[in-house]
């Protein structure tokens, strides 16, 4: 026991120290935010801002002036290329992952596997002839051109994560449900997506999260002010108001806290997404 | 009665249906993907105009390869790959493993704790590059701040303006950033050790070291390897952290071989030369790849229906 | 209600053959069991009925029409899943209602109609749970429910009992065996366990390798199996079988061990039929035991005794082979104990070895 006790304590100290590591960045943040710009600028830093103001917060999130005008739209083109993206591969992501799931057709090894690959690409080497692609068809400076690209490189693991899911669901339930009078997609639709709406939930926050997050193809696709999404815009930001810390921390923040509430509130789901499949019991 | 084994084009035809089910999948990745693959492979043997006029594009066979691998630049990005990519792995390992065997217990406040220490790897790397350098911050920087405070050094610390630091400061960011996803593999891992295994163990008078080394390890194998193809494949992948803190600065000491390649093809808009620059990291991948497949795909065979 | 009739039905899955040319009728209103070791047919030759799974060759009629191409939910089946398969996310109700809400019945229809096959299975206090709220044998029963709300042509049942603890099955045996008589209804009902098949049914039939090995009433193939297999099947304790060569010009075996065995008149001439060697089967009630030697018994030694309360089972050597035979509770056997076998030649079955079919008169 005493043993066991020594352990323990270790690792309450190991977890404290990391929660420190964890959250210092983002304590920073937040008390940047509230700072004015004067007081940001201070050496030694103020540790505790002497006049907290959310003015940051105003002048991102009003409508009234310029700055708030254009932050707004990139949140709300966020918002809408997530949404977009997520809904669209979840459509797709299902029936193939119900067909890798419940079906034997020839080639079913080789079309996983090759769909599991896609993780090991990195996103910069589709990125030139994407690129080309798009400028070909047209959308390049379009927000369909990231959703399209969105959905696809969520559909890998959304797929995998699905097949997990309805590799669970006993093949009974659909055989009961089409003696019952169910037609295929009848027992599908009404047996089998109800059971599967934990998975569903869990690759919907993960794509939803990546599309929120993502830089690269953003960066290089979109160059129209109206169009960008919140991390192609805070860095448009950045260059324009490039010693406004506090309103860089804000806008920081307020682009968190879509995600990390999504996160908290479904982390069950999220963490699921993470380690299922890799993770066997 | 009909033959045994049927053609290979029999079942194709016989299975037909099952093959709509993926063709919506199968297509947007043969189009976003699978395109992509080949024209990168395909660009790589020809020089192409700043324009980005494709049609006056002129054949270079190798060359492009040939001088990539000759240039002293690609020697230096190679070298601060591997760094980066082999520290960040394996720091990010370590502290995620050592936290989820430190929540694998149940304790009041586990839950919070977890998602606490998941926070980093959900919000935007981008968010996260500009916290991070407003916190290396050569002037204001809280950090510097603090290790002047503690008396480790007399003035503040240039972290990203210096090139022996710069490439600890990014990867300290990256970690950060990372090994909550290690922690949570591993916490997965951990949560499948059978429980009877390790009270028969305890029972047969094993200290926790011992039941730690002789049951626990050996059945976090599988995910192990798992986590660490992840993360080796993420970070060779990353962009958006070296990019928006230092853009491979100063002087190429944190330019590693994603963020050259982006600035060959749109800094320098010569996309033959960053398409086979792509290949070669392709085959790395390749090679990564292939285990990674095969950790995730054992025991998948077994399930029939 | 209606006939179901299998002709030639073969099923493959790629290389390997499930179900190899069965030919079988289900008579209206008959309890067919289908009975075989794992892995022998027996829930593909189902789900070929129900429709789950596509024939490979042959014909299923069920009443007058051919269904080869038809969907399950248009065969008039019901089937009740050895899992029971009830759907997890919906309340016991739910789950009675859901084949009648798929034919479109009238809602008045269907709570009429749900209530009722609750109050027969005396599960109406549970409608409002959902199934993992249940126990086994409710969740049985209302999988039985489910099937039976909707009065189909023919029920299929993939061994509904065998999750079941061996109390409650015998309970479920009997209503099942009343719900039969009470509905007339064609049950096909697969089951591995051959005690459920001769308590239940009309008929069985054995399956071995996806061949249908023998299809009778329960008495008949019990009495007179058509095989080795069927013989060493049917019956626990499995019938003891003996191999021996005929001697004397049939008049009589000898045993490998050395025993000689004379042959009665009826079994003389089934041996004479032999082409080469012959097996003897002999179940243990026909076997006797005695204390002392006489013609036509055969010397043997206690292996083991094993009373099992009515009855004793008693496990002979002869030499190297073991038999089983039984006696009554109140004889004392102990282990090692010098004993004779006599056979009831009226019962004793004799099969021929190449072939392995029973040779009759
Ligand atoms: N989907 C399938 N693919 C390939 N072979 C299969 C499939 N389903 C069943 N089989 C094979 O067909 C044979 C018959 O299987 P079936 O399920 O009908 O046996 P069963 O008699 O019901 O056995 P049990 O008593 O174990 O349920 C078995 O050898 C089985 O391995
Ligand atoms: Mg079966």
Known sequence: MKEHGFWRLGGKLYLAALVVFTMLPMVWMVITSLKTQFAALQYPPEWIPRNPTLDQYWLLLSPANAVGREFLRYLFNSVWVSAASTVLGVAVAVPAAYAFSRFRFPGRNLLFYSVLLRNMFPAVVFLMPLFIMMRWLGLVNTQASLILTYLTFGLPLSIWLLKGFYDNIPVQLEQAARIDGASRFQAFLLIVMPLSAPGITATAIYSFIMAWNEYVYALTFLNDKDRLTLPVGLQRFFTEYATNWPGLMAASFIMSVPVVALFLVLQKYFVRALTDGAVKS | ?305 | ?361
């Open chain 2, 1 to 305: 009665m009909t033959a045994r084994s049927d053609g290979l084009l029999r079942r194709i035809v016989r299975h037909r249906a099952d093959y709509l089910y993926v063709a919506p999948a199968l297509g947007v990745m043969l189009l976003v993907i699978g395109y992509p693959i080949y024209d990168t492979v395909y660009l790589s043997f020809f020089n192409t105009p700043p324009n980005l006029a494709l049609e006056d594009k002129i054949f270079a066979g190798l060359d492009n390869y040939g001088r990539i691998l000759s240039a002293d630049s690609f020697h230096e990005a190679t070298w601060n790959t591997l760094v980066w990519t082999v520290f960040s792995t394996f720091f990010a390992f370590v502290l995620g493993f050592g936290a989820a065997l430190a929540l694998n217990r149940e304790f009041r406040g586990r839950g919070l704790l977890r998602g606490i220490l998941l926070i980093p790897y959900v919000i935007s790397a981008v968010a996260a590059s500009y916290v991070w350098r407003w916190l290396y911050h050569s002037d204001f920087g809280v950090i510097g701040a603090i290790s002047v405070a503690l008396g480790f050094t007399d003035t503040p610390i240039n972290f990203l303006d210096n090139t022996t630091v710069v490439m600890p400061a990014l990867i300290v960011v990256n970690v950060w950033k990372e090994f909550p996803f290690a922690m949570i593999m591993m916490l997965a891992g951990l949560q499948t050790v059978p429980d009877h295994l390790l009270r028969a163990a305890r029972v047969d008078g094993a200290g926790t070291w011992e039941s730690f080394v002789h049951i626990t390890l050996p059945h976090l194998k599988g995910v192990t390897l798992v986590t660490v193809l992840l993360l080796l494949v993420t970070n060779l992948n990353s962009f958006t952290i070296p990019y928006i803190m230092t853009g491979g600065g100063p002087a190429g000491a944190s330019e590693i071989w994603i963020t050259h390649i982006y600035q060959l093809a749109f800094g320098r808009i010569r996309f033959g030369l960053a398409s086979a620059y792509s290949v070669i990291l392709f085959i790395v991948m390749m090679g990564l790849g292939y285990f990674y497949v095969r950790a995730l795909t054992q025991g998948d065979e077994r399930r029939g229906g």
């Open chain 3, 1 to 361: 209600m209606a006939q179901v009739r299998l002709g030639n039905i073969v099923k493959h899955y790629g290389d390997s053959i499930a179900v190899d040319d069965v030919s079988l009728t289900v008579e209206d209103g008959e309890f067919v069991a289908l009975v075989g070791p794992s892995g022998c047919g027996k829930t593909t030759t189902l789900n070929l009925v129900a429709g789950l799974l596509e024939l490979t060759g042959g014909t299923i009629h069920i009443g007058d029409r051919q269904v080869n191409e038809l969907d399950p939910k248009d065969r008039d089946i019901a089937m009740v899943f050895q899992n029971y398969a009830l759907y997890p996310n919906k309340t016991v109700y739910a789950n009675l209602a859901f084949p009648l809400q798929m034919r479109k019945t009238a809602k008045a229809d269907i709570d009429r109609k749900v209530r009722a096959a609750a109050a027969s299975l005396d599960i109406t206090h549970l409608l409002q749970r959902r199934p993992r709220e249940l126990s086994g044998g409710q969740q049985q029963r209302v999988a039985l429910g489910r099937a039976l709300v909707r009065d189909p042509k023919v029920f299929l049942m993939d061994e509904p009992l065998s999750n079941l603890d061996a109390k409650l099955r015998v309970q479920m045996r009997a209503e099942l065996k009343r719900f039969h008589q009470d509905l007339k209804a064609t049950i096909i009902y697969v089951t591995h366990d051959q005690l459920e098949a001769v308590t239940m049914a009309d008929r069985m039939a054995v399956m071995n390798h996806g061949v249908l090995q023998q299809y009778d009433t329960p008495e008949v193939v019990f009495n007179a199996p058509l095989n080795l297999f069927v013989a060493g099947f049917v019956g626990s304790p499995a019938m003891n079988l003996f191999p021996a060569e005929v001697a004397d010009g049939g008049a009589s075996l000898l045993g490998p061990e050395g025993w000689r065995l004379t042959l009665s008149e009826r079994n003389a001439a089934r041996a004479r039929r032999a082409t080469g060697g012959v097996i003897l089967g002999a179940r243990h009630s026909m076997i006797g035991l005695h204390g002392e030697p006489a013609t036509d018994r055969i010397p043997g030694r206690v292996y083991t005794v094993e009373p099992t309360g009515d009855i004793t089972f008693v496990h002979v050597r002869i030499a190297a082979a073991n038999v089983i035979a039984s006696v009554g509770p109140d004889i004392r056997l102990r282990a090692d104990d010098a004993v004779w076998l006599s056979f009831d030649q009226n019962k004793l079955h004799l099969f021929d070895v190449a072939s392995g079919q029973a040779l009759r008169d």
